[in-house]
């Protein structure tokens, strides 16, 4: 089986409550059609032009390049769900690209929305860690690629709302206890007053599972990068804070007993089901990691609890069997992954 990527399996700085931070630029080249606008001679141009830049990222660590179009549908859909390219990029794969560096915290999609678009994917909250080695890649790029750029508005993208900086750093929470005490409206309702905006587990348009939320930016245009992450910093401290007090909250005298059943409760199920569907799934793991962080359920390796909410999913079932497999062996297999890893890992 592939191993997951390494920012997905490990748990870096506020690692209870931040299981991810991206950085993510947009880039075009100049004098190139945008891809959804571009000829299918245009978008090999792209292809060409890019691959032949991979060994100039030397230094920054090993990469890899490969066209989405030698790749089958399971394995485009792994890098999906690990987030190394979005749900898009798997449709339609020809002039379509990746280059993933070795350890699978970075990855550059090519001829996706934009010709580039390049992400830094790091366990935990390190915003400025990600911008840093995003920048760097970025630099390393535009000294042998030619960016459509204008003086006034920055760096020109396929959507308005990226023009400019066409940085978007994101937090990926895990707010179990918000959720639970009904106070997630509360706490992310505003956000949009303020630039940001808040997004499912697969970012625009995709659904809240397993109390995943990503928090990042909206505005791209009149602000320096730096900027942008202090500013994301500073919500994704607040929100923070207020998931600490309520984790606090459910663990007072008077409640601490109705967490605890409620907590065992979804370790039961996990521990014992027979066939169990993903979104289920993802639920229950929730409360076990929530469980294992608030110290009420132990388990000798809660790294292993973050591996499972990956390896769960379907794509990552179904390359682990190397075969597509119908939706009831799905669930039977996954039922399966979790009680022996559960059961070998208590």
């Known amino acids: 089986m592939k191993k997951i990527a390494s920012w997905m399996k490990q748990s870096g700085p506020q690692g209870d409550i931040i299981l991810g ?45 490969r066209e989405m179009g030698t ?5 485009r859909q792994v890098l999906a769900e690990e987030h190394l390219i979005s749900p898009s990029h798997t449709q339609n794969p020809q002039h379509k690209a990746v280059i993933l560096s070795d350890t699978s915290n970075v990855s550059i999609m090519v001829n996706e929305e934009d010709h580039l678009r390049i992400q830094v994917l790091k366990p935990g909250l390190q915003l400025d860690e990600a911008w840093r080695l995003a920048t760097e890649i970025d630099d390393r790029l535009e000294e042998y690629l030619d960016y459509a750029f204008d003086l006034q508005s920055g760096y020109l993208t396929c959507c308005p709302t990226n023009v400019g900086t066409a940085l978007r750093a994101s937090v990926m929470f895990h707010l179990p206890a918000l959720r639970r005490l009904k106070k997630v409206q509360e706490v992310l309702g505003a956000v949009s007053k303020f630039g940001l905006t808040v997004r499912g587990l697969y970012g625009e348009g995709s659904d809240i599972w397993g109390n995943v939320f990503q928090l990042s930016n909206q505005i791209t245009l009149g602000q320096s990068e730096e900027e942008t992450i202090e500013h994301l910093a500073r919500f994704t401290d607040q929100i923070l804070h207020s998931e600490r007090q309520a984790r606090e909250y459910l663990l007072e005298e008077d409640r601490k007993l109705a967490t605890e059943d409620w907590l065992f409760r979804s370790y039961g199920i996990l521990s014992n089901a027979r066939t169990i569907t993903s979104q289920e799934a993802m639920e229950l793991l929730s409360d076990l990691k929530l469980g294992v962080d608030l110290g009420v359920i132990e388990h000798s390796d809660p790294e292993r609890v973050k591996q499972l909410i990956v390896q769960i999913r379907s794509a990552h079932l179904q390359r682990m069997m190397g075969q597509v497999l119908p ?20």
Do not use: W
């Open 21 to 65: 931070t991206r950085c993510r630029l947009a880039r075009n080249l100049g004098g190139i059609p945008f891809p959804e606008s571009a000829s299918r001679d245009n978008l090999r141009e792209v292809l060409s032009k890019i691959s032949a830049v991979v060994p100039h990222l030397e230094g920054l660590g090993g990469f890899s390049y």
């Open 71 to 75: 790749m089958d549908m399971l394995d």
């Open 327 to 346: 939706v009831q062996e799905r669930d039977r297999l996954r039922a399966s992954l979790i009680r022996d890893t559960l059961n070998t890992n208590s």
